[in-house]
Structures are given as C-alpha cells and as structure tokens.
C-alpha cells in the first residue's frame, strides 16, 4: 500500500516560529524537514502497518503543534515592555504538549506495530496455546540442565574443572558461552549456576504453567461452546466472556466523560485490541463487573 507524503503546509510553518525565533523561515524549514523524517521513518519501519489513516494522524498532529506554538513569544523578538509572562508560560507548555503528542503518536505506532507482529508470529506457530507449552517445555528442559550441569561440576575433585567436566557439560547441550560462564570461579557464588538462578527458573516456570493452565480453559470453554453472557447496561452491554476469558463493557455511542470515570473506577481499561473497556476475568472482576451494572443503572434512574 502505498502512503502519500503530505507536506507540512510552509505558511503555518513560518507562523510557528514568526514571535520566537530571528530566523522563522530556516525554523520553518526544519519543522518540514523533521516532519518529513518522522514520515519517512515510519514508512521504513512500520511497512505495510503505517497507513494513510496514520500519516494523515501524524500530520494533523504536527500541524496542531505548529499552530498552537505560533502563539508562543520571546521577549527577545518583541520586546521585554508589558511582557505578558504567565500566559506566554502557558501557551508554552500547551505547545509542548502539543508536541509531545506527535511524538507519543510515534511511538505508539511502533509499539502497535510489534503487537502485531507478535500477534502474526503466535498465530504462524499455531496459537498462543501451542507457543506458552512449548515455552514451558523449553523452560523445564533448560531447568534440568542447569540441575546436571551443576551435579556435573561438583562431582570429584570438587571445585576443580577439567576437560572431562567440560565435555560432559557440552553433552548437556550447553552453549560455549554458557559453559564458560558457570566454570568461572565466582566470590559471591562459587561455579555452577548459582541457587538464586535455580530459584528463579523454578518461579517462571510455575508462571508458565498457570498461564498454560488458563489457555486450555479458554480453549476447552472455546470447543464446548460457551456462549458469553450479555446483560445490558443504559447505553451499552456488558459481556462476561468465557471463551477469551475477558469482561467487556461496550457502548453504542461514546459515552460522556463521567460514564467513562466510572468504568475506569471499577478497574476496567480501554483495549485498542478489543475496540472496548475490558478486564481479565476473575472472580473481583466479576465483583466489579456487578456492582458496576448497578451502578449505571442507578444514575440512569437518578438522572431519568
């Protein structure tokens, strides 16, 4: 798909830096120029994910920054007499935070771009099941060879390492470099792979099994057929979702900003993935979920 490149418009360019800067034609001239880089750096990274949808955002963006800074004075340029201080401050900082939005745009579509992409990888390996059970797999395997390696290393002698606890250490699988790693003396661990490592594997692992544990539920409640559980709300639904193992709190419309206050406080958070306000579901997230519903009816009654 091919995106097409929208310059910044040179005028509101020039606008921006007209009370700040001696020079507002070269400033202007850098503005296009890093707004041209961001556009073609996203281009470059993001591939097909960058969209026209997306460089028409970041345009808008970068324009609104430029028209709120050229609100902005330097009492270099105009001259310090009746200086207006305090509100040349806060026309500052919202050009700032006009600015920060570009960037934090930015970001995001990469950040967007990598779950995607994680997302196209899990579904080529054939499903988030099936990528957490091999990772556990691998998990326990990688656990049982730090366990004989270091049977290995204290066999007799003890503390000393010779060729032929080497090779067996190689038999294990153990890469060069992590060989060399575990045979170096250590002041605070000794050789080997230190407890607190062991400890920690054993901690991940049990991690990965409980999230292990949790897919084949939402995939047994998936093959059984499990149909959500919908109860309507003034406005919208809330869906108690088995299968995906989510809450979702869904409105026809945008709601006004206290409706939204009032989701955010019952521990719900909006899901680009989803297109909805949603939280794992637990048994305080059904808790949550119930009181809630009857909270918004409540205020529909009050407000009625």
């Given at each position: 798909?091919?995106?097409?490149?929208?310059?910044?418009?040179?005028?509101?360019?020039?606008?921006?830096?007209?009370?700040?800067?001696?020079?507002?034609?070269?400033?202007?001239?850098?503005?296009?120029?890093?707004?041209?880089?961001?556009?073609?750096?996203?281009?470059?990274?993001?591939?097909?994910?960058?969209?026209?949808?997306?460089?028409?955002?970041?345009?808008?963006?970068?324009?609104?920054?430029?028209?709120?800074?050229?609100?902005?004075?330097?009492?270099?340029?105009?001259?310090?007499?009746?200086?207006?201080?305090?509100?040349?401050?806060?026309?500052?900082?919202?050009?700032?935070?006009?600015?920060?939005?570009?960037?934090?745009?930015?970001?995001?579509?990469?950040?967007?771009?990598?779950?995607?992409?994680?997302?196209?990888?899990?579904?080529?390996?054939?499903?988030?099941?099936?990528?957490?059970?091999?990772?556990?797999?691998?998990?326990?395997?990688?656990?049982?060879?730090?366990?004989?390696?270091?049977?290995?290393?204290?066999?007799?002698?003890?503390?000393?390492?010779?060729?032929?606890?080497?090779?067996?250490?190689?038999?294990?699988?153990?890469?060069?470099?992590?060989?060399?790693?575990?045979?170096?003396?250590?002041?605070?661990?000794?050789?080997?792979?230190?407890?607190?490592?062991?400890?920690?594997?054993?901690?991940?692992?049990?991690?990965?099994?409980?999230?292990?544990?949790?897919?084949?539920?939402?995939?047994?409640?998936?093959?059984?057929?499990?149909?959500?559980?919908?109860?309507?709300?003034?406005?919208?639904?809330?869906?108690?979702?088995?299968?995906?193992?989510?809450?979702?709190?869904?409105?026809?419309?945008?709601?006004?900003?206290?409706?939204?206050?009032?989701?955010?406080?019952?521990?719900?958070?909006?899901?680009?993935?989803?297109?909805?306000?949603?939280?794992?579901?637990?048994?305080?997230?059904e808790s949550s979920a119930i009181s809630l519903i009857k909270e918004?009816?409540?205020?529909?009654?009050?407000?009625?």
């Amino acid at each position: 798909m091919n995106v097409i490149y929208k310059p910044i418009d040179r005028d509101t360019a020039y606008r921006a830096h007209t009370f700040t800067s001696f020079s507002p034609e070269k400033r202007a001239e850098q503005e296009i120029a890093t707004h041209k880089e961001l556009f073609d750096n996203l281009v470059t990274d993001l591939g097909d994910f960058f969209t026209q949808e997306h460089a028409d955002k970041l345009h808008r963006l970068y324009t609104d920054y430029m028209q709120s800074h050229a609100n902005v004075m330097s009492s270099m340029i105009t001259g310090p007499a009746n200086f207006p201080t305090s509100r040349n401050r806060k026309r500052s900082d919202w050009a700032d935070n006009k600015r920060s939005a570009v960037y934090e745009y930015y970001n995001n579509l990469h950040k967007w771009q990598g779950k995607e992409s994680r997302k196209q990888a899990i579904e080529a390996a054939g499903g988030e099941l099936a990528v957490a059970r091999a990772k556990l797999e691998s998990m326990k395997a990688f656990h049982e060879q730090m366990k004989a390696a270091n049977k290995i290393i204290r066999l007799a002698p003890r503390g000393e390492i010779n060729a032929i606890k080497i090779e067996a250490l190689r038999s294990l699988g153990l890469t060069e470099g992590q060989i060399i790693n575990i045979t170096k003396l250590d002041n605070w661990h000794g050789v080997g792979f230190a407890s607190f490592q062991l400890t920690n594997s054993n901690a991940r692992i049990k991690n990965t099994a409980a999230r292990v544990a949790e897919l084949e539920q939402r995939e047994t409640a998936k093959e059984s057929g499990v149909e959500a559980k919908i109860v309507n709300i003034p406005g919208g639904k809330v869906s108690f979702d088995y299968a995906e193992n989510r809450i979702n709190v869904k409105h026809d419309e945008k709601p006004e900003r206290a409706i939204i206050d009032i989701v955010k406080s019952h521990g719900f958070r909006w899901s680009r993935n989803y297109g909805n306000w949603t939280r794992k579901l637990t048994t305080n997230a059904e808790s949550s979920a119930i009181s809630l519903i009857k909270e918004l009816r409540a205020r529909e009654e009050v407000t009625a």
